[in-house]
């Protein structure tokens, strides 16, 4: 597995990992792989960038699933607040009302992620002998990434055809007109982007974390509302960086680094949630004022121990060690994307013989 990733780049693969797309040494594998969880079918095929006369994108309607995720996060919602206002006392209401709002932000957290991924679509790739779907690609927005990367690959690799077509004595003019319509500056091959707003996410990510540890570990009401309000704006920021770094071509790793800070933003929602549910259950004063949950969260140490306060500070400590990540990342990209710039506006293209 490693040689073979050396020798081929991974472009697409489907959340479950069934499916992959790799590109490499003029050629392109396809994997599809069946089975639950588990792929316990796999099916290599390899195509020759050459010999690929097309690829079909085409959308699909992807409403009802999104409307499934509304549904089920509405449905459990409403089930875990009539829980914690009815009857609470019982065991069984308060260990219902956790595993209801939990499952609720999970598939909200599936609603946000089916919105930001876009619309959902089938991809075929076309050769003179065949046609079959590329199980890896069923995200327009990736799809048409995939494929443009895909068409420069294989204009590059036909090349060699064409100069044999127009003989070996204007080989040299064909590759002058396959540079010509394979532009680097051209939409057919973008270069990377970093979204602007990832700078300004990155750091409201950064205090977030410190203010929010600073007021669990000082107990201050002052520095709780600060932090409330600054996570509040941040998750809006994200939202917007998350929708820019997927309708453009952003750097994986990027990705990588607004995907890890999600998971924890999210998690620290998940964990805030069931910790304020089962005290605000115990102690229903919390529920009282716009500071009653501010005051539940700020006595984590008297209502649920050190360990759950080494829980909460573990995440708010992620949630800054990624955005440092993250902002050292940006850093990187802008100098080798204005690296890259800079070379393509100096490049002098070669004039073609008459």
């Not at 048409?144 to 294989?154: C, N, P």
């Amino acid at each position: 597995m490693k040689e073979f990733s050396e020798k081929y780049r991974l472009l697409a693969k489907n959340r479950l990992g069934l499916s992959s797309l790799w590109i490499g040494e003029g050629q392109l594998v396809c994997l599809n792989g069946r089975g639950f969880l588990l792929a316990f079918f796999e099916e290599y095929r390899r195509y020759r960038l050459s010999d690929i006369e097309a690829i079909i994108v085409a959308k699909t309607p992807s409403r009802l699933r999104a409307l499934l995720y509304i549904g089920i996060f509405l449905i459990l919602g409403a089930v875990a607040v009539l829980l914690v206002r009815g009857d609470s006392s019982l065991l069984i209401h308060q260990v219902m009302a956790v595993i209801c709002g939990v499952t609720s932000l999970v598939f909200l957290a599936l609603l946000i992620r089916h919105f930001l991924l876009g619309p959902m679509c089938v991809c075929e790739l076309q050769t003179n002998r065949s046609r079959v779907r590329l199980q890896a690609l069923r995200r327009y927005r990736k799809a048409l990434e995939v494929t443009a990367e895909i068409e420069s690959a294989g204009r590059s690799a036909q090349t060699d055809l064409l100069a044999k077509d127009l003989g070996k004595s204007d080989s040299l003019g064909a590759v002058h007109w396959t540079d010509e319509i394979v532009d680097p500056g051209s939409s057919e091959n973008q270069s990377y982007r970093v979204p602007r707003l990832a700078w300004f996410t990155f750091a409201s990510f950064i205090l977030v974390g410190a203010l929010s540890f600073l007021a669990i570990s000082i107990e201050s009401m002052a520095l709780m509302i600060v932090a409330t309000i600054v996570m509040t704006t941040s998750g809006v920021l994200l939202a917007f960086t998350f929708v820019f770094a997927f309708r453009k071509s952003t750097p994986e790793s990027l990705r990588s680094a607004l995907w890890t800070l999600q998971g924890l933003y999210f998690l620290a929602m998940i964990v805030g949630m069931v910790y304020y549910v089962i005290v605000s259950i115990r102690e229903p004063s919390y529920t009282v004022g716009f500071t009653g949950p501010m005051e539940a969260y700020l006595a984590i140490v008297d209502e649920g121990g050190v360990l759950l306060w080494i829980v909460f500070a573990t995440m708010f400590l992620g949630m800054t060690c990624s955005s440092v990540w993250g902002l050292m990342l940006i850093g990187r990209w802008n100098r080798r994307i204005a690296t890259v710039t800079s070379i393509s506006e100096s490049r002098v293209m070669p004039e073609t013989s008459a």
